[in-house]
């Protein structure tokens, strides 16, 4: 008998999967099995329909008041490469959005110096000049700065943020929640609790999140798994998570030790596995931007059911060492998705749909 086969059971009777079951999956090197598994749990899902969205990501600066190991995009004030840009800059680089974009994804270091009046600002002036777009920013890391530089509470900052514009939250600063390996990797970053904290006041607002796992650097298996469980806890809880995006580490200009980066099996195999403990997750994001155009495409055949979108333009990738483009076009996505059997659904930030290629 495989050893697999128990876990291909439950599956296949829409049974959760436990603890020592994700592990043993991450350890399994059967990967079409995996495959196989991941499909038909985002199949009962989303039938074969693949979602993305026209967007644009706006980082306005990379000024960080922390110092994360992993990141090559954080700059301390009057470094080399470090940059601000006004909120005439950020408006005017989404007034230059094509036509057919409708969600501006914007996260940040954390600025040094800037007020939380800025950041409302910043907020209602987005809104009042481009007004059909859809605002998803500042991850719980940010959201939590806020708090403090305003003393205000998690919840009256987000009240503050969503009567300014604010619709909904990304899922990044997740990294590892692991607490001694979040230590090394990013120690003045806030913990794996607060971060799900933060999270839980959002959805009990009713503001939507996405979430994250940077993997591929200096965790186990066993953190990946207990990561994951982490938010499936609170998903039961809230229900408040739209989609999980497992984040692949790339090494280039960090202070992680790594001259590689992940393996496509690694890759193929953690969103399959998501998909598999996620059983509360509506859906499954495969961020091409940092998988590749290659790896995101085969990867539908792995449980994915969302390929985030055209992007434009980001640099925390890119600074890592990034080697997609960066941007998309709404057609070469669609042709992505098509030629990969499945059907590609165009959604705004909520996932309601927009259009549909059959
Ligand atoms: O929080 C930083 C990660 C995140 C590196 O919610 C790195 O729809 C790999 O969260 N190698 C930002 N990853 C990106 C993010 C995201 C992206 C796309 C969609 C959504 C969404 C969220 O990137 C950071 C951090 O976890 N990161 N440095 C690096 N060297």
Same mark, same amino acid.
């Given at each position: ?33 995996? !495959? ?5 749990? /985002? ?23 922390? &110092? ?9 004030? !009057? ?15 989404? &007034? ?28 209602? %002036?987005? #809104? ?65 609790? &607060? ?15 996405? /979430?994250?796992?940077?993997? *591929? ?22 229900? *408040?998570?739209? /989609? ?76 890592? *060492? ?19 059997? #499945? ?9 309601? %749909? ?5």
């Amino acid at each position: 008998m495989n050893s697999l086969d128990p876990i291909k059971k439950k599956v296949f009777s829409n049974q959760r999967l436990n603890r020592d079951e994700g592990i043993a999956l991450f350890r399994s090197h059967d990967l079409l099995s995996l !495959g196989r598994m991941a499909s038909h749990a /985002a199949q009962k899902r989303n039938d074969d329909r693949v979602y993305f969205v026209q967007n644009m990501h706006i980082n306005p600066t990379n000024l960080c008041v922390n &110092r994360c190991k992993f990141c090559a995009f954080s700059r301390s004030k !009057g470094e080399t490469g470090s940059y601000e840009m006004s909120i005439d800059d950020i408006v005017n680089k989404a &007034r230059s959005a094509e036509k057919g974009v409708r969600e501006l994804h914007i996260v940040s270091g954390l600025h040094p110096d800037l007020p939380f009046s800025w950041y409302l600002d910043m907020l209602g %002036t987005l #809104k009042r000049e481009v007004p059909h777009l859809h605002i998803k920013a500042f991850t719980a890391v940010e959201i939590d700065y806020f708090a403090k530089l305003s003393g205000r509470t998690v919840k009256d900052t987000l009240l503050a943020l969503r009567e300014a514009g604010l619709g909904s939250l990304p899922g990044g600063g997740a990294e590892i929640f692991n607490p001694g390996v979040r230590n090394t990797l990013c120690a003045e970053k806030i913990s794996g609790d &607060r971060w799900l904290d933060i999270m839980e006041t959002a959805h009990g607002l009713g503001i939507k999140s996405n /979430a994250t796992m940077l993997y *591929g650097h200096i965790e186990t298996v066993e953190d990946r798994v207990d990561h994951l469980l982490k938010l499936r806890e609170l998903q039961d809880r809230t229900g *408040g998570f739209q /989609a999980f995006i497992p984040l692949s580490f790339h090494a280039q200009n960090t202070e992680i030790a790594k001259s590689a980066y992940t393996t496509g099996f690694d890759d193929l195999k953690t969103l399959a596995v998501s998909r598999l403990l996620l059983d509360n997750f509506d859906h499954i994001k495969a961020y091409w931007v940092m998988l590749g155009e290659k790896i995101t495409q085969v990867s539908l055949s792995f449980g994915v059911d969302d390929i985030d979108g055209t992007v434009v333009e980001e640099r925390i990738t890119k600074m890592a *060492g990034g080697t997609t483009d960066g941007s998309m076009t709404r057609d070469d996505l669609v042709d992505l998705i098509k030629q990969a059997g #499945k059907t590609p659904v165009e959604r705004d930030t909520v996932y309601n %749909t927009v259009r549909v290629w059959g």
